[in-house]
């Protein structure tokens, strides 16, 4: 929803979004086959969903996919993340893993290298992302 939507009113996250219910097909807005900052390694399923919920300074979105390992190489941007169902693991370039799990929250830093892998059938995070940073990425190839 557009800042402009919500007329200076506090937005809830819909809780069915946040069941995975009601995502689209993630298109464009996915980790690319190539390209910076992320690229796929490797996918046993290739649906990716994703609900964008705030439009405005920042970006908020709900993203979904099934078992993945992307790689990162000098993201541009910083992310908070809020594992919504799922694992993951994220490995830095000098090897260093951290496991999140349902409930946790990260954030990964604008210049992470590394990978992003998905270890669940199901993995659903809610993230946040300023947006200028985020259309940079989006425009790059």
Known sequence: MPRTDTKGTSLRVDAALL?????EDGGDRAAKKKGN???ILSQRDPRQQIAIVF???IVVAIYES???KVEI???FYDEFVHVV??????TDDKGVAQEYNKGDNFVMPKGF???WEMTSDVFRELVAIETKSLEADHNAE
């Open 85 to 90: 169902e799922g694992q993951m693991i994220l």
């Open 19 to 23: 069941a995975g219910k009601g995502l």
């Open 66 to 68: 099934g078992p993945a």
């Open 113 to 115: 290298c590394g990978t």
């Open 55 to 57: 439009e405005g300074d």
């Open 73 to 75: 190489v000098d993201c």
């Open 37 to 39: 900052p992320r690229r």
